[in-house]
């Protein structure tokens, strides 16, 4: 059974830092592309960033490139998001995802950032 569990959300004023990480079980890990994604209230999953399997060539919504980083960790079977100058439409659920298509069937609980003064 895929199970993905993410931790590390918060709350944080705008330009602060988050870490997201997200624990993998039940799969390969190390063979799958992965994805964070996010939902903020009332709107749409939109896809935020990814990470290939192979390479490890990453992938970032233009509004998030050069303050979030993807990474992943193929022994502790744990993918990352490091979230630097926060913005307030940064809020959201984000969710870790198995490969680079948003397949919300797997996901976890998520967890909440908000960013707010």
């Known amino acids: 059974e895929v199970r993905l569990v993410e931790s590390g959300g918060g709350l944080v004023q705008p330009g602060g830092s988050l870490r997201l990480s997200c624990a993998a079980s039940?799969?390969?890990?190390?063979?799958?592309?992965m994805s964070w994604v996010r939902q903020a209230p009332g709107k749409g999953v939109e896809w935020v960033s990814g990470?290939?399997?192979?390479?490890?060539?990453?992938f970032y919504k233009e509004s998030v490139r050069g303050r979030f980083t993807i990474s992943r960790d193929n022994v502790k079977n744990t993918l990352y998001l490091q979230m630097n100058s926060l913005k307030t439409e940064d809020t959201a659920v984000y969710y870790c995802?198995?490969?680079?298509?948003?397949?919300?069937?797997?996901w976890g609980q998520g967890t909440q950032v908000t960013v707010s003064s």
């Open positions: 990470i290939v399997s192979g390479d490890g060539s990453t």
């Open positions: 039940g799969f390969r890990f190390s063979s799958y592309d």
């Open positions: 995802n198995r490969g680079l298509v948003i397949d919300s069937s797997e």
